[in-house]
């Protein structure tokens, strides 16, 4: 008899446990639509730094660049703080995007970045070319240094740049050239201080 009363009330627990386990697995799907919102929210903004970086080249748009920038670098600040917090506090204050996310949002960020500094040097009028090409052209030759002043080159010296290669081809030859310059390092190492916090959060699933 005992033992028949013991069954029952063991099959009445299993079925309760059974239905706080769905009630559980229920809470997550508010987590992943919030989740879905709050990459969406990270997926325009990478947009939106891509496109006006892009049109700001495209258009010769200083001021349009110059929020580009400043737009990229307050989002890599606050992502670099928020991961530092999770690491010191396992507290989590502003969502991280998603893994795939990650990747898109490097990419655009770095696209704007060059292109967006690409027109600042073109509008600073400060970038020489130090030394002629294979074939020069009547602008550029031993006696006379060509200015920047072509959107594929500044591309090419903004990328140059941000990647500390430094051919030498191209220089900055003014205060305002080289502070550009010094602006967009500091921006390069802010994307590659993002991208390894982000890597180990993934990785110790504090996200």
Known sequence: MNENIEKKLSDIKSIFASIEADVKNCKPSKDRSKNIWENIAHFILGFMVLFLGLFA??????GMALIAIILVNIYLVILICECAVRSMTKKNYIPLPDRTLSLFLMICLLISTVTSFGELYLDSGEVIHTFCDKKPTPQCDNSNKEVL???????????VTITTLGYG????????????????????????????PIVVNRISNLD
Do not use: H, M
Request: aromatic letters at 14%; charged letters at 15%; one cysteine or more.
């Open 57 to 62: 080249i495209c258009l010769k748009i200083k």
């Open 169 to 196: 081809d191209y220089a900055p030859a003014g205060t305002t050239a080289r502070c550009y310059v010094v602006w967009e390092l500091v921006s390069g190492l802010l994307i590659l201080l993002l991208i390894f």
């Open 149 to 159: 002043s072509n959107e594929i080159d500044a591309i090419y010296f903004s990328a």
